[in-house]
């Protein structure tokens, strides 16, 4: 298991299209669940959040895409 975040991507970048999560019929590669993060992170940005500041997600628990 990766020991941060950085590390995570890292193993993303190093798998590419193997299946990263498996929810039912629905699969995301490591690729795929990587740039999804990377959207995620630029969005946050563009809203003023900031490295440190505290983020909740609420989300539901399985695959919508």
Partial sequence: AA????????????HG???FIVCGDDR???TETYFNA??????L????????????VAMRNDAIR
């Fill in 3 to 14: 020991s941060s975040l950085p590390a995570m991507f890292q193993i993303c970048l190093q």
């Fill in 17 to 19: 299209d193997q299946d």
């Fill in 28 to 30: 995301f590669s490591f």
């Fill in 38 to 43: 990377c959207q995620v992170a630029q969005l």
């Fill in 45 to 56: 940005k563009a809203r003023g959040i900031n490295k440190g500041d505290r983020v909740a």
